[in-house]
């Protein structure tokens, strides 16, 4: 203003008056008052009337004043224009437009105030008209750019609300540890990271400013693949979703999850990644758990079921044929239920831990050990194996699983069955393998538990055979199928019958009666055996109750019936309805009860004593019992096994010292005793001076049906002994390759049966008697023997000198023998 109004002068050779001169002074006054007066409002003014007051005076005043000033000097002074004068107040305008910056009411004050001014002096109505023309467009403006202005300004503020929001967000991300951020340059190399890395890293953030990206992240062999993916993306210049990657800290294993995309600028010019990350490691680690429960069993920490078919199906699948042999066991742990039932399922999985720890210290690091589920195992052992080294190996795993537990104090003997299949021999395919393995399986369990068998192409009808006897069985329980036969017990120095063994018998409508040790493992394994056994109690007390009141029946109670709960109720029952006298009733126990030595055995014990029934130990000698606990366990009596009978006169032998041995032990415990199995008058001479009291066995009879027991007690107590004087030796039926020389002639032919003094071979036709042989029963092994009869293709030697035998009267050779014979090894290499 100050210099517009002085080059004004100059140029015009002009001196404004004094009103001018004080109008001017005033207009440049206000604008250089103007900082104190921001301060004025800033500090002092709130209300919304005084600041536009006040930005009304700041702006329009001098503007005013100096239109006012121009416009007096040039209506004063004749020798100024208009049109020299009138540049000072267009420059003044364009000035107040340029600083006022698109504050449209500011702007339009500014130019009316000056303006109006000049107006006012110049006193044109057309002049005012026009300037209140223009002043009604400027504030018409001015209120649109107001509103815009506002709108713009709330939109502002919303964005750096959003932003400012945003950053604190992803600052709180950042301080959580749940995810980082970084940023690169064209070379790859960090512009920015967060700095919870470095606090993960254990380094200063701007230590890792300019260093490439792969410093973050350690070499792993499991994340190579990673690693090279993300050095693809980064030379590609192309976004990456989710790379897991190994962090680069010794402290502990991390793991991260990042993603990023390519930044480029306005000219499409590659400027480097931007991206983001996010810890793995729980993720990776419940991963590694899922993994671990979809390929391990979560009790014992063996492979499952599932990871074992995966081994075998890799063995089987392998490229070289020579690389598919391998041998797979099959494991059954027998009493294993029984354990479960008495002890409870927290008991069992303990118990189950421990098999697993034997069966891995036993398999070692030559084959895996998994579960497959329950009490069943299997063992892988790849490559071409030995059978007679499998099967030490089988023995030596059945010997460990079979050695005593110890399970919260409580002592428990379980038993282990084993199954043998080799591929390729006995399968090419898993599902074949283990069919065959579990067939073989079968076949041990068959053949009395606690022992392997091989897999054989004949256990395929035996399987079949055994499922339709299991059904067979079902029908006949059904339909009363099942009989119960009676063995006399006679006393020993009177010869009176004073009970009855019931003993169980099936007359198959197909293969005719079937001894209990055909069908007992099928009616166990197949849950039936405590249906049989309350059956056979409630026929045997009901038979008992037509007979003399001085007979006693003994009835025989398998493990599984003895463990239940219910057994004292159903036997109380039984006798209410029968209304017997409890003594009447025996009920014999095998020493496998003693498996679990527990406070439920001794429980059940003294429930079956309150109930009133007699108890008696059967097989005494060949299970599992201790004399500690005999000393306890309040048996009636001790039923001897017929074992120790056997043989037990023929010279030599120690089963007459076992005898007496167990006959004093329970005449101090005021026991009876009872001997099995006496089928002789030497074996009954031997008993009865051995002490026994009571006597069971053909010398006196077999067992009987139930009408024929009533005919024998109708004629009287009495028994009578008839049998032959004396026993001979005891024969092993068998089927065993031998060899024959005569006159230097070698012939092959088979032992059918085996005695210490004789054997029936068969093979060999018209052969005279009198013919010594040389009989070669192993490779190292040979007797001499006389052939004393022939028939057929069968014949009869005497040996010149008695074979050694065992307690049972077993010839004992047969288990020195060093090896198989020549025909044998000609039929394995066959």
């Not at 190579?224 to 993916?229: D, I, L, N, P, S």
């Not at 429960?293 to 979560?298: C, G, I, Q, V």
Request: charged share 20%; with cysteine.
């Amino acid at each position: 203003m100050l210099a517009l109004a002085v080059l004004v002068g100059i140029a015009n050779r002009a001196v404004p008056t004094v009103p001018a001169v004080a109008m001017l002074a005033g207009a440049m006054l206000i604008a250089w008052s103007t900082p104190f007066l921001n301060k004025v409002e800033q500090r002092r003014i709130s209300s919304l009337v005084e600041r536009e007051a006040l930005h009304a005076f700041a702006v329009g005043g001098p503007m005013l004043l100096f239109g006012l000033g121009i416009a007096t000097w040039t209506a004063r002074d004749p020798g100024l224009e208009w049109s020299e004068a009138i540049p000072a107040p267009i420059l003044v305008s364009a000035l107040a437009t340029i600083i006022l910056n698109r504050r449209i009411p500011g702007i339009t004050g500014a130019v009316v105030a000056m303006w109006l001014g000049v107006a006012l002096i110049d006193g044109s109505t057309v002049s005012l008209l026009l300037l209140a023309g223009g002043a009604c467009l400027g504030l018409f403006a001015a209120s649109r750019q107001i509103r815009s202005d506002r709108a713009a300004a709330e939109a502002e503020q919303e964005r750096l609300r959003n932003q400012q929001r945003a950053e604190e967000l992803l600052s709180d991300f950042e301080d959580s540890g749940q995810g980082w951020f970084f940023e690169t340059d064209r070379r790859g190399m960090l512009a920015y990271v967060s700095p919870t890395v470095g606090v993960i890293l254990g380094c200063r953030v701007q230590g890792l400013i300019g260093k490439p990206m792969s410093v973050l992240f350690a070499n792993d062999p499991g994340s190579q693949e990673g690693e090279r993916t993300l050095a693809f993306h980064l030379n590609a210049r192309s976004a990456f979703t989710e790379l897991a990657l190994r962090a680069a800290t010794d402290k502990e294993e991390r793991w991260w999850s990042i993603s990023g995309r390519p930044l480029y600028d306005e000219f499409r010019n590659f400027v480097g990644f931007r991206g983001s990350g996010h810890d793995l490691t729980e993720k990776r680690r419940s991963q590694q758990h899922a993994s671990r429960l979809a390929h391990f069993d979560s009790l014992t920490g063996l492979a499952n079921r599932l990871q074992m078919a995966q081994t075998l199906e890799r063995i089987l699948a392998a490229p070289n044929p020579q690389h598919r042999a391998c041998a797979v066991f099959l494991l059954d742990l027998d009493r294993f239920k029984q354990v479960n039932d008495t002890l409870g399922h927290p008991a069992g999985d303990a118990l189950l831990k421990q098999v697993a720890e034997r069966l891995e210290r036993t398999v070692g690091p030559v084959g895996r050990v998994g579960r497959l589920g329950g009490d069943e195992f299997e063992v892988i052992l790849p490559g071409r194996q030995d059978r007679e080294a499998l099967a030490t190996l089988a023995d030596r795993i059945i010997k460990s699983l079979s050695l005593a537990y110890q399970l919260d104090g409580h002592r428990v003997v379980i038993g282990a069955s084993v199954g043998i299949a080799l591929a390729p021999d006995d399968g090419v395919i898993s599902e074949e393998l283990i069919r065959n393995a579990d067939l073989a399986l079968y076949a041990a369990k068959d053949g009395g538990r606690g022992i392997h068998h091989f897999y054989a192409a004949d256990l395929h009808s035996e399987a079949e055979e055994r499922r339709q006897l299991e059904a067979d069985l079902r029908d006949a329980i059904s339909n009363g199928g099942l009989e119960l036969h009676y063995q006399p017990i006679v006393h020993t120095s009177t010869e009176r019958v004073t009970g009855f063994e019931a003993l169980l018998r099936w007359k198959h409508p197909r293969l005719g009666w079937l001894s209990p040790a055909r069908f007992i493992n099928v009616a166990e394994d197949a849950g039936l055996i405590v249906q049989i056994g309350e059956w056979a109690l409630r026929t045997a007390c009901h038979d008992l109750s037509n007979w003399p009141t001085s007979v006693r029946v003994a009835v025989n109670v398998s493990p599984l019936q003895f463990i239940s709960p219910s057994l004292p109720g159903v036997i109380t029952n039984i006798l209410a309805q029968t209304q017997i006298d409890p003594k009447r009733l025996e009920l014999e126990i095998t020493e496998s009860v003693f498996l679990n030595d527990d406070a439920s055995v001794e429980a059940m014990f003294a429930s079956l004593k309150r109930v009133g029934v007699r108890l008696a130990l059967d097989d005494f000698g060949t299970g599992y019992a201790s004399l500690g606990y005999l000393q306890r366990a309040p048996f009636d009596k001790i039923k001897i096994d017929q074992s120790f009978v056997r043989g037990a006169t023929q010279q030599g032998s120690r089963n007459a010292a076992i005898i007496a041995s167990i006959v004093s032990m329970a005449e101090a415990m005021g026991m009876e005793t009872t001997a099995e199995g006496v089928e002789t008058m030497d074996e009954l001479d031997l008993v009865r001076s051995l002490g026994c009291s009571h006597v069971q066995g053909y010398i006196y009879n077999k067992p009987l049906t139930r009408e024929q027991a009533t005919a024998l007690l109708s004629e009287g107590p009495m028994a009578i002994a008839d049998g032959p004087r004396a026993s001979r030796a005891v024969r092993q039926a068998m089927l065993r390759n031998v060899q024959l020389v005569h006159a230097g002639q070698t012939y092959n032919a088979k032992i059918r049966n085996l005695s210490a003094t004789g054997a029936m071979i068969k093979g060999l036709w018209n052969v005279p008697r009198g013919t010594i042989f040389q009989i070669y029963l192993a490779e190292d092994f040979a007797v001499t023997g006389t052939t004393r009869w022939c028939q057929d293709d069968k014949i009869g030697v005497e040996f010149v000198s008695a074979l050694p035998v065992d307690n049972a009267g077993r010839v004992k050779m047969l288990a020195a023998a060093t090896g198989p014979t020549l025909s044998e090894k000609r039929a394995v290499n066959e």
